[in-house]
């Protein structure tokens, strides 16, 4: 048998192989085995009971996390000339419209989320190849169309994330970094996985919510207790 690596040793010796932990264990567990020299995302993925081929399966929502992400998002604000003033305060780091798409035409996408408005969304329609691949094409169900840019920006540099579920009924997400207090993390996991029960589909039969895990990057995975969520 191999021998154990110093930091292998460590999460043998901090977590218990198989053994499902409360919520609030695993915020503090998930700083105790992480060892990486960069400031490490911590991440959660959830393992829902549904079949996300049938529509009336699909989970898919936005969540604002109390504590934000930890994350620079860079945001572009793709509107009408009246509402660039309000995007810029709101912290938009791009705003404008036929400009930037020009350059999305020509291959730029430097951004973590385009915010527009109903209005501009003709003009977006032949960026779909470019930006539909990247997830970043705007969408009313996450929030980034909408006729209240600034407000929309405003909640995405505080910490609002969408999330989807995979065709494995996965749902993976970034929750905060590894060096956000116990309590910080445990906020946030918090929120975003009473924000997945809320949206529990009607024809979602049996256990919903299968299993939960909690990682740091490059960490081993932590075994979350569903029930001490609810």
Same mark, same amino acid.
């Given at each position: 048998? @191999?021998?154990?690596?110093? !930091?292998?040793?460590?999460?043998? *010796?901090?977590?218990?192989?198989?053994?499902?932990?409360?919520?609030?264990?695993?915020?503090?567990?998930?700083?105790?085995?992480?060892?990486?020299?960069?400031?490490?995302?911590? *991440?959660?993925?959830?393992?829902?009971?549904? +079949?996300?081929?049938?529509? !009336?399966?699909? /989970?898919?929502?936005?969540?604002?996390?109390?504590?934000?992400?930890?994350?620079?998002?860079?945001?572009?604000?793709?509107?009408?000339?009246?509402?660039?003033?309000?995007?810029?305060?709101?912290?938009?780091?791009?705003?404008?419209?036929? $400009?930037?798409?020009?350059?999305?035409?020509?291959?730029?996408? +430097? &951004?973590? /989320?385009?915010?527009?408005? #109903?209005?501009?969304?003709?003009?977006?329609?032949?960026?779909?190849?470019?930006?539909? #691949?990247?997830?970043?094409?705007? !969408?009313?169900? @996450?929030?980034?169309?909408?006729?209240?840019?600034?407000?929309?920006?405003? $909640? &995405?540099?505080?910490?609002?994330?969408?999330?989807?579920? *995979?065709?494995?009924?996965?749902?993976?997400?970034?929750?905060?970094?590894?060096?956000?207090?116990?309590?910080?993390?445990?906020?946030?996991?918090?929120?975003?996985?009473?924000?997945?029960?809320?949206?529990?589909?009607?024809?979602?039969?049996?256990?919903?919510?299968?299993?939960?895990?909690?990682?740091?990057?490059?960490?081993?995975?932590?075994?979350? *207790? #569903?029930?001490?969520?609810?």
């Amino acid at each position: 048998m @191999s021998k154990l690596t110093k !930091n292998q040793k460590l999460v043998a *010796d901090k977590v218990e192989a198989g053994k499902a932990y409360s919520l609030k264990e695993a915020a503090e567990l998930v700083k105790e085995i992480t060892t990486t020299k960069f400031e490490a995302s911590v *991440d959660i993925d959830v393992r829902l009971g549904v +079949d996300p081929r049938k529509a !009336n399966q699909m /989970v898919r929502g936005v969540v604002s996390l109390p504590n934000g992400t930890g994350k620079v998002t860079r945001v572009l604000a793709l509107c009408t000339p009246d509402q660039e003033a309000a995007a810029k305060e709101a912290g938009a780091d791009y705003v404008g419209l036929d $400009e930037y798409i020009d350059k999305i035409k020509q291959g730029w996408t +430097d &951004v973590d /989320v385009i915010i527009t408005m #109903p209005s501009c969304m003709g003009k977006l329609g032949p960026l779909g190849r470019i930006l539909g #691949p990247r997830g970043l094409m705007p !969408n009313p169900k @996450s929030g980034t169309v909408t006729m209240d840019v600034a407000k929309a920006v405003k $909640e &995405v540099k505080q910490g609002k994330i969408d999330f989807k579920v *995979d065709k494995a009924g996965i749902i993976h997400a970034s929750i905060g970094k590894v060096t956000f207090t116990p309590q910080q993390i445990f906020e946030n996991a918090k929120e975003f996985l009473q924000t997945i029960i809320k949206l529990k589909p009607a024809a979602a039969k049996g256990t919903y919510m299968k299993s939960v895990f909690i990682s740091s990057t490059m960490s081993a995975g932590i075994k979350v *207790d #569903p029930k001490s969520v609810e």
